[in-house]
Each structure stands twice: as C-alpha cells, then as structure tokens.
C-alpha cells in the first residue's frame, strides 16, 4: 500500500470543504489531482501529508495510521508544497543534508539527488542566490532524497519552462518507480502520458477516479474536467 484517505472531512467553521474523501494509491502509481480553484485540493494534500488534523475520517502511509504513528508515517513520505520553503542563507548540498539527515538517508544520498536534479553545478551557492527554476529544483530534492515511498506535489512544475518540465517529469518516473506520487496541478498539458491516474474533486467530493487512458488525454480529458466540475 501507498497512500490511502478514507472519508476525510474538513470543516473551515460552518463549511464542509471536504466531504468524505476517499482513495487509495499504490505503490508505482502516479496519480494527478485536478479540480477548480477552491476545490480543496491543497486543503486535502495537507490532511494527506499531516499538515492538517481533518475533522474525521483516517489517512495512512504504507498502512500507518498518520495520526497515530505520525513520525513513522512521514519518514516513508515526501512533500513538495507549492510555496516550499527553503532556507535562503543556505548552500544547496548543505540544505540537503540537512534534510537526508532528518530522514536518516543513507551515505550518497546528497549526491545522487543533486545528479538526479540537475544541481551539481549549483550545490555549493546558496539558495537565495539561485533562479526561480533552481529553486524548484532544490525543492524537488529535497522532497526526493529520501527515496519516499509516497510522494505528494503541490503544483510541482511551477516556475519551470516547458523543456524542465518535461525532464523533470522524466526523473519522476525513473527516481519513483516504487513510489505513490500523487500531484496537483491545473495544467491538464503537464499530465501527458507520464501519468497512469487521474483524480478529479469537485465540491469537495471526488468526481472521478479513473486511469488516465479512460479520460481520453488531450482535448478528450479537458472536455471530460469540464463537464464534470461546471456540469456541462
């Protein structure tokens, strides 16, 4: 197993922003999360990553309960949010051995990811000094380093061009073969045929559950979004 949520409700006061959230994600699967703006994905990828305690229902990572065994579940979990948080002052090989070592990565780990991510030639500037796409790249690092068994993206390609785009989605499928990745995006193009899942959640309810080959791709899978969240 990778990730699962099982009727994950949140409530922002009087509003249900999530009503009974459910699906499961195995291991090797990439899954894209679509939905409108104010549909609650980022809501639910923060229940999902233990950002935020829902109002009821369960989430578990490789069948532990997050709540219950919280440390345990987010050590076999990689997060990238769509603002990641990076520490400026930072060199890039610095901040990622900070982070291995939170995770208890093994020797190598650093270097791999910096080969894997392209940031070889920057990992001794610091972070603050580095491009918008260097910088989603060290975020991209440091959500991968560990080799998570679930990985969960928030608008990952954001402040990539169109051809770092494409390779970074190239090392997703070579760095996650064996891992639950399950990533938000509003771009329909970013899906293309790396992805086997797509997820479609509407009025804080899950829409659709389908392999991406059943939606169609292209003009099919945009036509299909639309009918499903504005009822066309």
């Known amino acids: 197993m990778g990730l699962r949520l099982e009727d994950v409700r949140v409530r922002y006061g009087s509003r249900e922003v999530l009503s009974g959230v459910s699906f499961e994600l195995r291991r090797g699967e990439v899954a894209a999360f679509l939905g409108l703006n104010g549909a609650g994905k980022s809501t639910c990828l923060r229940v999902a990553t233990g950002g935020l305690r829902p109002a009821s229902g369960r989430v578990e990572v490789c069948g532990l309960d997050l709540w219950r065994e919280p440390l345990a579940a987010r050590r076999r979990m990689g997060y990238l949010p769509e603002d990641c948080p990076l520490y400026p002052e930072l060199r890039v090989a610095e901040y990622l051995s900070?982070?291995?070592g939170m995770y208890g990565a093994g020797r190598g780990a650093v270097a791999?990811?910096?080969?894997?991510t392209g940031l070889e030639a920057v990992?001794?500037?610091?972070?603050?000094?580095?491009?918008k796409?260097?910088?989603?790249?060290?975020?991209w690092a440091q959500a991968l380093v560990h080799r998570p068994a679930v990985l969960v993206l928030d608008e990952p390609f954001s402040g990539l061009d169109p051809e770092q785009a494409r390779e970074m989605q190239g090392l997703l499928r070579r760095a996650c073969r064996e891992s639950a990745v399950l990533f938000?995006?509003?771009a329909l193009g970013e899906i293309g045929a790396w992805c086997d899942r797509v997820l479609v959640l509407h009025g804080g309810r899950i829409a659709a559950d389908e392999p991406l080959a059943a939606s169609g791709g292209g003009a099919a899978l945009e036509e299909r979004f639309r009918r499903l969240t504005q009822g066309g």
């Open 123 to 131: 990992a001794g500037r610091r972070i603050g000094t580095l491009s």
């Open 184 to 186: 938000s995006t509003h």
């Open 98 to 100: 900070m982070v291995a």
């Open 112 to 116: 791999a990811v910096l080969r894997e």
């Open 133 to 139: 796409g260097f910088r989603q790249r060290a975020g």
